[in-house]
């Protein structure tokens, strides 16, 4: 099989989260079997930023499930949406 690499788009409760302390836990949270590619900041409105988390996950069935069970559990995150994924030649 391949890698594929996803984008997957978080959005955090309030424009008053710590974006930094975000962005720490987000790569303590990546498991094991998927590498953290990087992260965009994403101005939405009013002061929220959305983070566009890139990773790089085996190609195969739920390859992005761990790590998007694991975002959705952090502090501060109000949803989770995989908004791409394009398959690494």
């Known amino acids: 099989m391949g890698e594929v690499v996803a984008t997957i788009k978080l959005m955090p409760e309030s424009p ?3 974006l930094e302390q975000l962005k720490s ?3 303590t949270s990546i498991p094991e079997g998927a590498e953290l590619h990087k992260i965009d900041e994403e101005p939405i ?3 929220l930023v959305a983070l566009n988390v890139m990773v790089i996950v085996e190609d195969q069935e739920g390859g992005t ?3 998007e ?4 559990k952090l502090s501060g995150v109000n949803s989770i949406e995989v908004t791409d994924t394009r398959r690494l030649m």
């Open 69 to 72: 069970e694991n975002l959705a």
């Open 16 to 18: 008053e989260i710590d």
């Open 65 to 67: 499930e761990k790590v």
């Open 25 to 27: 836990d987000i790569q």
């Open 45 to 47: 409105a009013f002061g």
